[in-house]
């Protein structure tokens, strides 16, 4: 069984920082493209930032210099660095993973909230 699971989340003041993990079991994480997308109260789900097995990373402009997205394959986790948050960054943040084996698979963690506020 496939399993993605978050951690990391929780509140920071504007211009804080804080580190994302996403830990994978019942797949081999590094033939699958990795990402961070994020749902606000109110709001459609949108992508933050993704991670090709090769290394190219897409972000979103709204955060682009200020996160980061990386990966352990040894260890089936991918982080999100976000450095100067913002209070329009607070959301549920979720993990995913996608690939084309055969036929196309996604998987999805549960999400983890990011607040920022002072």
């Known amino acids: 069984q496939v399993q993605l699971l978050e951690s990391g989340g929780g509140l920071v003041q504007p211009g804080g920082s804080l580190r994302l993990s996403c830990a994978a079991s019942?797949?081999?994480?590094?033939?699958?493209?990795v990402g961070w997308y994020r749902q606000a109260p109110g709001k459609e789900r949108e992508l933050v930032a993704t991670l090709t097995t090769g290394g190219t990373t897409k972000y979103a402009d709204s955060v682009k210099g200020r996160f980061t997205i990386s990966r352990d394959n040894a260890n089936n986790t991918v982080f999100l660095q976000m450095n100067s948050l913002e209070p329009e960054d607070t959301a549920v943040y979720y993990c995913?993973?996608?690939?084309?084996?055969?036929?196309?698979?996604?998987?999805w963690g549960q999400g983890t909230q990011v607040t920022v506020s002072s």
């Open positions: 995913n993973a996608d690939a084309y084996i055969y036929y196309y698979r996604q998987y």
């Open positions: 019942g797949i081999n994480f590094s033939i699958y493209t």
